[in-house]
Every structure is written in C-alpha cells, then in structure tokens.
C-alpha cells in the first residue's frame, strides 16, 4: 500500500521552483524553520549527550524533505544526512540548491518505503510537516521508524485537528492572509497528538518531549506556545539495544 496522495505530490510539484524563496508560497515554512531547526538540535544535544550543534558523525533521514530547507543546515552542521521526498521536482531543486551550498547530502525520489532500503539505518529520523499529506499516517510512521537504530530518535511536527486548527491553519492562512496557497491543507487530514503517539508507540517508539508552536501571521514569526491545538512538534525514542 502507498502511503503517496498524488494530487498532495502533483501541488508540491508545481510549487517546487518556489521552494527557496523565502517570501513566496513556503514562506511559513521558512519562518519556522530556525525554531524547529533550534528543536531538533536541542532534542539531540539532550538525548545523545554531546554539544548543542555538534551533529558530526550522526546519520539523520529526513523524510518529506521538500527541497531541502531543513537538510542544509544539519548537513552544515557535521551530520550524513538523506533527504526523501515523493515529489521529484522537489528533489531536483534540492540537489541543485545544496550543490550550490556546497553541502553533500543523499537525496532520495520517493515515499520511504521505496526511497530507503533494508540496510539504511538513522540515528534521527525527522517528519516535519508531511504526516498531514500523506495517506495512512501509521504505516508512514512505520516505514520511517523500521530505519531508526536502537537508542535513535523520532521528531515529527505537524497540525493538531481542532476547531482552532479550522479556523487558524486554514481560514486565515490560506482565505484571509493568504500566508499558503488556497488548499494546502484538509482539516480532516491533521494528526492529533494523541494519533501520532499511538502511531509512534505501536513501533515501539516512546514519548519523550512534545511542544505546541505558534505562527503570527502578520509579523511573519513563530514562537514557543504553551498549547498544542494548532501547529505541535513531537519527540520519541527506541530503545537502546541491549548487551547480550
Ligand atoms: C509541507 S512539505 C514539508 C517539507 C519539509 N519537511 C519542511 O518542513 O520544510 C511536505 C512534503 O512532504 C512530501 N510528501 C508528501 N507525501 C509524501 C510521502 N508519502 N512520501 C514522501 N514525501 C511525501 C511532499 O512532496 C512535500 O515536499
């Protein structure tokens, strides 16, 4: 069973050549990034116990890469990272963006279960805002976390399914501040926390840290937020492997 929706592959598509350009269509994703980036490190730094930023020798997969926003500064940063994505064209324009980095990252055409294969294995396994595109989102889960090494880490982020997340992620991000192309999102295809919990826990993956974050769409910023109803980025861990 894919875990692909292609009319969510064909839209990303077309939106490719936009991807780098931090005031166009992705631009809330750009705005979010240095806090998730911030996160995700802040995650590894606890979790792995070495320096906030050191991510040398770390082998991390991001999955639904888009065209890289997220790959290129932890591949600045030390780490082997791979880049995964359904939408070809995303991955083209992130092969030529971190060429033109200077930066060496694996980028892999295709949903994980096809881009990656048996041998491939990740300290870090990231899902920043794809599980709300996909189809199935514990298979997906599952196809992603049977590459985690033991002692690995899971972060995910993405949008709760609430009447907030209704009015907020969709009314006013695409109708009224027209902040993400009209149909980006599908209220009914958010996650709940509780659905990607469950989702993580049946591959064996346990709870580790969870944070609710906050997009403020005039000033173009993202903030920390004590709640979690709209937008939300989640840690879990494997287990270490056990000496014999
Ligand atoms: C909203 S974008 C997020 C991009 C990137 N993770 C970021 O946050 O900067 C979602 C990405 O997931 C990809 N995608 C959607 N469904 C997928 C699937 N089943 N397998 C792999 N990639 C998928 C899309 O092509 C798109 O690039």
Redesign the pocket.
């Known amino acids: 069973m894919?875990?692909?929706?292609s009319e969510?592959?064909a839209r990303?598509?077309r939106l490719a050549a936009t991807w780098w350009d931090s005031s166009g269509p992705?631009r809330p994703?750009h705005v979010?990034?240095s806090l998730?980036l911030d996160y995700v490190l802040a995650q590894i730094a606890r979790h792995c116990g070495r320096p906030h930023g050191d991510l040398r020798g770390l082998r991390i997969a991001?999955?639904?890469?888009?065209?890289?926003?997220?790959c290129e500064p932890l591949a600045a940063a030390g780490a082997s990272v791979v880049g995964?994505?359904?939408?070809a064209k995303?991955i083209a324009v992130a092969r030529l963006h971190a060429n033109q980095s200077g930066l060496s990252i694996d980028y892999r055409e295709?949903?994980?279960n096809v881009?990656l294969g048996p041998l491939d294995s990740f300290d870090v396994l990231?899902?920043?805002?794809?599980v709300?595109?996909?189809?199935d989102v514990p298979a997906?889960v599952a196809d992603t976390s049977a590459r985690l090494a033991p002692g690995g880490l899971l972060v995910a982020?993405t949008i709760n399914r609430t009447l907030l997340s209704y009015l907020s992620a969709i009314l006013a991000a695409e109708y009224v501040f027209r902040l993400l192309p009209k149909g980006?999102h599908r209220w009914s295809q958010f996650v709940k926390p509780e659905e990607l919990a469950l989702a993580a826990r049946a591959c064996g993956l346990q709870p580790i840290d969870s944070r609710g974050m906050l997009y403020l769409p005039v000033l173009h910023r993202a903030r920390w937020s004590t709640h979690q109803s709209v937008n939300y980025i989640a840690t879990f861990g494997k287990e270490k492997a056990h000496a014999p």
């Not at 894919?2 to 929706?5: D, E, V």
């Not at 995964?84 to 939408?87: E, G, L, P, S, T």
């Open positions: 894919s875990t692909i929706r969510e592959i990303f598509n992705m994703l979010i990034n998730r991001d999955i639904g890469c888009g065209a890289g926003l997220m995964v994505d359904a939408a995303n295709g949903e994980p881009a990231l899902l920043l805002e794809v709300e595109h996909v189809d997906f982020s980006t």
